[in-house]
Structure formats: structure tokens, C-alpha cells
């Protein structure tokens, strides 16, 4: 008689139901097309066949000891149980192993075997596999595993030195992997997993002590439930307007396809939007997010679902795995030509732009975040390639490097202020130029022209101006410079801060703090930037100079500036720009043109400043035009402070 209210028949029901839910869920959720799901999906079929053979052997209790047919019955679930049961450890590997990125073999063999290699990798883990499966289906002959003895059943030590150890195999490694990859994983899948094996452990050691409670299947069960909800959920990385999976889910795949040296190739298409040019209609009403859509929709038909991701509203990126360059080219082609037909978005046919990236790892980038950032920083004019590949995306690469090295700088003390002395015509000391100069502890020497513009882009272009500007009073408060007969320091001036609100009590703050005289300061701005806005900009100068600073223009003759606008702005000095000398020296049209500047900013009652002296010649040339003060390397580079100050006071050093 079978009693269906025992605890143990009870406790298999739940691990029965529990499994068949799971998999339900599993099923009309859709979470069926990744290898991780599969394997999941594997891994409850497995249990639930386990839970069926442990609840017909409770059915059937003690019927076995007076019907053979009964008997026969418990021989074969119990046959069936230990084939099914015995596989669970091995797929869950199987599956952790796809969810954290690893080759299933790595853990199996050496790195430095000559057999590593993914034919083998892929086919060692098998081979395990098969060899515990024909132990366990030859125990009718051998009974290596368990026996039967006046029809009751008996664990023989193969059951424990065989197939135990074989599971414990594959638990420590499923361990491992886990271990191996934690910080690649969300916090969800780590407590998801840690639950699954905490629970999978208990079951296993409670049944090996107290068989009659069967909770080992239920144990598992409940573990495989935290998986589904943590793992195999994933609404956390989804964005499921889109169908695809989000930024987040983007960044923890790569690194974790980077850390596991996966050799993987991504191609990003961004910059998509409306083509001004190449549609005739401009007044229709674009919706960026249903262009998004439109995109999303297509990728989704080049690639499987769950290699797409949504990097930005307009940034999409495919990861491509076990695929040659050529291969991965001509789906980047395909995507081009796609985008060179109408795309029918709300009833509208239009034209969309894209630019591609096709980006190999680990070969064009070492890490996620190289290809996070090549899939968000702007492009250069310069490259109109469709698809920007190989060589052309060392420029991101570098820009990247140069980001994380300006945004570190002034903690690590990267940023030092060079000194380029100015001079009278006559070569007495006049003055300097602050000039920022940037040593990265890695990349070495990095030049202004290259992270300027990027500080200004990441919105520390302020901090940077703030620096030099104490660095200078800190300097001029020790009375050299003027012991030295220097009128001024010339301080580069961002037009981003200068055109912010405060800026001018902000600046006064400063040098006051340091007790350094306002008059010792000179601002410089180009005259491209102050071209943008000179009405402002001429307030904010009338302020300055109200309050005892000095102002120049520099770069003049570099920019489209309206000249009666430009003159009109109370700056004390223009900086004529180089090129323009250099040209006088050899054309009359040169010349001509340096004639012309130094006598319009006389007279405009303004005092002219040469960059770019070289020679006597120069000099020449410049004292028979009346011009008033000179800055080149005809008397010395940009120095370091301590370089310049052994100039000034007359020390021989040569430039650094």
C-alpha cells in the first residue's frame, strides 16, 4: 500500500511540479534560442525525469517484495534515475561555462598543451561524459554502482568512488569557472549561482545521509529556480523596446569575452539618422526612436537576437563569434548596402546614414571599454570610409588612452606649466606665455593640440584653466618675474569659461588669494573662438580690464574674424600668428600681408605681438615694421619653470 501523504513522496511532487513550472515558464517566456538556455532547458528535462523515478519508486513501496512485475519496475527507474541524474552535474558546466564565456574544455586541458585546442577542448568534456554513462548502463552486469540483494536496493562503492566523484568533478569545476570569471558577472548571477550551489551541496549531503528524505532532486529544483529568475531572465539586460539586449549586458559580454580570450569581432553601426542630402522630402517629421526601431528590426534579420545590443539610442553593435574577417566584411557590406535603400519608417520611404566599425578583439582593442568608448566617441571628419577598420581605428584607441589620462591628470600630477619668454625689440625680457604641457605615467609626453580639445569635450577643460592660472600666481608671488623686469604672464584663456556666468569674480578670487597683482595677468583667447561671440565676450573683457587684468588676441590672422568687431574688443595686445611671417619671407604677397596686420592693429591703437621668430631676419623685418614684441625659439622653447626661471636670470641651460 502506498501511503501519498509521506514526506518523501510529498518533497518529489514539489521538485516534480517545481521543474515542470520552471520549464513552462522558460518555454513561453522565449528563453529558448541561446546554447544557455538550451542546456537549461536540458538540465530541468533531467531533473523532472529524476523526480518521475523517484516518485514511481515511491508509489510503488513495498510492493516490489511480492510482484516481480513491481520489482522489475523499481530495477528499471532506478536504472533510468541514475542515467538521468548522473548528466545534471556535467550540464550544469555545461551551462555556467556558456554563461560566464569560457571553452567548456578549458578547465580540462593544459594552456600550454599541444592538444588545446578547440576541436579538443570541445570534445574532452564529451568523452568524460560517455565514459561515466557506460558505467553506469553496464551496472546490470557489473553492479559497480549499486545492486539489488533480496530486492532491496544497495549502493555498491562504485557509487560512491564513480559516480559522486565523477559529479563532484563537475561541481568544483562549475566552481571554478564561477570563481575564475566573478568579476565579470552581475550581481544577480552571483547570487544566483552561489544560491544554486549552496542548495545542490545540501541536497547531495542530506540524501547521502538521509536517503529516506529524497530532497536532493527538490534541493536542485529550487536552485534551478534562482537560475531561471536571475539568469535566465534577463529583463535586466534587455531593452525591450528594441529587442535587444542593452549597454550593460553589451559591457559585461565583452569583458567577459576579453577576459576569457575570446576571439570575437564587433561591428558597431552608429551615427544613424536622417539623411538631409540623399532625401528629397526634409519637412517630414523624423521620430529618432522609431528609426531606431526600423534598425533594430533589420539587424535582428542579419544575426540571432542575442547578439545584438543597443549601445545608445542610435548605436547599435554585433557581436560576431567564429567568424573569419572576410566574412565578417561582407556582413558589414551587406549592412551598408542596406542603408543605401529606403528604409519605410511610419509610412514614409527616406534615406538613413550610417557609419560602421568593424573592430577585432583582440587585435584593434585589448579591452570592453576601448570598444565601449569606440562605439560612443565622436569620428574625425578625416575618415569617410563606410566601414572603419584595422589601422583607421588606432585614432580611437589613442583618443581613448588620452580620455583616461586627462581625467586621471591632475590627481596623478600629470600637468606641468611650460614658460615661453616674450621680449622687447630691443631683447629685453618682456614677459612669458603659460603654456600647459601634459606627462602621462604611461603614455609619456602628450601635446596640447591633442588633449585640449578633448578636455574641453569631457567638460575639464575649466580645471585645467584653473590650474595654470594658480600656477602662475604661484609664480609671479615669488617675485621673480618681476625682479626680473617681466611685465606680464600671458594666460591661455578657454572661451567655455570665460563665458560662464561668475567667470570674472571667479578668476579676481583667485589671484587675489595668491596676493599677486592683476595688471601681472594677461589673458589670451584666438580669434576663431572670439569671433563666435563678441558681444559678450567684449563685457566680459571690459570687466577684466575694469578690474586690472591685461587682454590679448591670440593666433590673429588664423580666423574669418569681422575686423571692426574684432578691433572693437578692449584687449591691449594682438598676437599676429606665424604662418604669417614665415610667408613674408618668401613671396611679396607675404610680405604685403604682414605689413598690412602690423599696421592695421596700430592703427587700431593696439600693440602688435610676432610669434614664430627664428632668425635675425626676422627680427629684421619686424623692427623696420614697427613691431613691438617678439615670442620663437630665435630666443628660447617652451621651458619648464625651473628651466626658464635659469634663463631669465641668465643661467646658460639648454631648453628641456
Known sequence: ???????????????????????????????????????????????????????????????????????????????????????????????????????????FLPKKSSLNNQYLQRIFPVFIIIVTEIIIAVNPLTHWCWYFKDRVFHRAPGEYYLIYSFSAVWIIASFVLVMQSWNILSKGR??????????????????????????????????????????????????????????????????????????VKVLIIRTIRFDRKANTIVSVRISRDAISR???????????????????????????????EEEAFALAQKICDRFQQPWTINGTDMILSARLLLVRVPEDAKTADEIVYMARCPIPETMTEPVISGQALAWMVRRAAVEKAVTRGLDENSFEVYYQPTYNMDKTLHGAEALLRMRDKDMGMIYPDEFIPIAEQ????????????????????????????????????????????????????????????????????????????YDHLAQVIARLREKGFQFSIDDYGTGYSNMSS???????????DKSILWNAEHSDSGMTLLKVSIELVHKMEKKALMEGVETEAHIKILKELGCEYLQGFYFSKPLPKTAFVALIEGASQSPA
Not at 523532472?48 to 528499471?76: H, L, P, Q, Y
Not at 574684432?566 to 599676429?576: E, P, R, Y
Open 458 to 533: 569631457i567638460g575639464l577643460i575649466d580645471h585645467l584653466d584653473e590650474f595654470v592660472l594658480r600656477e602662475v600666481c604661484k609664480f609671479i608671488s615669488t617675485g621673480i618675474p618681476r625682479k626680473n623686469g617681466m611685465d606680464c604672464i600671458n594666460v591661455n584663456l578657454s572661451v567655455l569659461e570665460c563665458m560662464k556666468e561668475g567667470f570674472v569674480e571667479y578668476v579676481s578670487e583667485i589671484v587675489d588669494a595668491a596676493g599677486v597683482q592683476r595688471n601681472m595677468i594677461n589673458f589670451e583667447i584666438t580669434e576663431s573662438v572670439a569671433a563666435k561671440d
Open 294 to 324: 526600423a534598425v533594430s528590426d533589420y539587424l535582428g534579420t542579419v544575426v540571432k537576437r542575442y547578439y545584438l545590443y543597443v549601445v545608445s539610442g542610435s548605436r547599435f553593435a554585433l557581436t560576431l563569434f567564429n567568424q573569419t
Open 1 to 107: 500500500m502506498v501511503i501519498y501523504t509521506n514526506m518523501a513522496f510529498g518533497i518529489i511532487l514539489s521538485a516534480l511540479l517545481i521543474c515542470l513550472t520552471d520549464l513552462l515558464f522558460t518555454v513561453l517566456d522565449g528563453h529558448t534560442g541561446k546554447p544557455q538556455n538550451r542546456v537549461y532547458i536540458i538540465i530541468l528535462l533531467l531533473l523532472s525525469a529524476s523526480a518521475v523515478c523517484e516518485m514511481i519508486n515511491e508509489c510503488i513501496g513495498d510492493s516490489r517484495f511480492t510482484s516481480d512485475r513491481a520489482f522489475s519496475v523499481i530495477k528499471t527507474v532506478q536504472y533510468f534515475y541514475f542515467l538521468c541524474h548522473t548528466l545534471i552535474a556535467p550540464m550544469l558546466y555545461y551551462y555556467i561555462s556558456f554563461v560566464v564565456g569560457r571553452s567548456v574544455g578549458s578547465l
Open 190 to 263: 552571483k547570487r544566483s549561482i552561489g544560491i544554486c550551489f549552496l542548495l545542490a551541496t545540501a541536497g547531495v549531503i542530506i540524501q547521502m545521509v538521509y536517503r529516506e528524505w529524497r530532497v536532493e532532486v527538490l534541493m536542485e529544483a529550487l536552485g534551478l529556480t534562482g537560475v531561471l529568475l536571475f539568469i535566465e531572465n534577463e529583463d535586466d539586460r534587455k531593452n525591450v523596446e528594441l529587442n535587444a539586449y542593452n549597454s550593460a549586458a553589451f559591457s559585461l559580454d565583452l569583458t567577459a569575452a576579453v577576459k576569457n580570450r575570446n576571439s
Open 566 to 576: 574684432l578691433f572693437s574688443l578692449g584687449v591691449d595686445i594682438i598676437k599676429i
